[in-house]
């Protein structure tokens, strides 16, 4: 199998499950899951294909990204009793799910477009959007509005798989190292709480102050 192509289906399948679970945080039913797991599956995807004027958009021209995704829900339906965590379960899924499909956006922005630039930026709201989608859906709190590290780390999974590329790296190779980094840094702000400096406000100034 072509490993983008790998990339493309596991990313799928991993975001979905992520969908799925936060599901079953709010105790929804097999309609609920389905949903879920479909909009954080292909909401990613979706808006990539969009944005790069891919239409029909991907699971409108290969249903069987829809079915993975079914599919993906009813097991976790049927599983997520089973897991003591699934918060932190959902977490971790999410962070290969984001390599996987970071790496796959780079990719597909690249080849459309010939650009890096916009090879990076399709590979970031590749990884991110499904999941910004699934916690505004399912009133969890947002990875994107989380302490520790995450856009970053599909800012550095899709810049190097990018960079590897155009360096003449074999795309497997490159697809790989690309997403072994983004996973090491998301995993490590997991594990550690990494975070970058946050913005400290300064007391405003008084009206009769200002010149």
């Known amino acids: 199998m072509n ?15 992520t969908g799925a679970l936060a599901a079953s945080r709010k ?10 797991a479909g909009v954080t599956g292909v909401g990613g995807g979706t808006f990539r294909d969009l944005i790069l004027g891919l239409t029909p958009v991907f699971w409108v021209r290969e249903p069987g990204y829809i079915l993975v995704c079914a599919g993906v829900a009813v097991l976790v339906f049927f599983t ?18 984001l390599a996987a499909y970071c790496v796959l956006g780079a990719q597909i922005g690249l080849v459309t477009t010939g650009s ?14 499904g999941g910004i989608l699934r916690d505004l859906l399912a009133n969890e709190p947002s990875v ?36 072994a980094a983004a996973f090491v840094v998301r995993g490590g702000a ?18 009769e102050d200002i010149p």
């Not at 997520?80 to 799910?97: I, P, Q, T």
Request: charged residues 15%; proline residues 6%; aromatic residues 14%.
């Open 190 to 207: 997991l594990k550690f709480g990494w975070t970058f400096p946050r913005y400290r406000t300064r007391p405003g100034r008084r009206p």
């Open 80 to 97: 997520a009793h089973l897991f003591e965590s699934r918060w932190k379960l959902l977490l971790w899924l999410d962070a290969v799910g």
């Open 27 to 36: 105790q929804l039913d097999i309609i609920g899951f389905l949903f879920l």
């Open 144 to 179: 994107l509005l989380r302490p520790e590290i995450y856009v970053t780390a599909a800012l550095v999974g899709a810049a190097a798989h990018t960079g590897l590329v155009l360096a003449g790296f074999p795309l497997l190779a490159s697809a790989l190292i690309a997403a």
């Open 116 to 129: 890096p630039a916009v090879a990076i930026v399709t590979g970031v709201l590749t990884a991110t959007f």
């Open 3 to 17: 490993p983008i192509l790998a990339f493309d289906y596991a990313g799928i399948a991993v975001f979905a499950a």
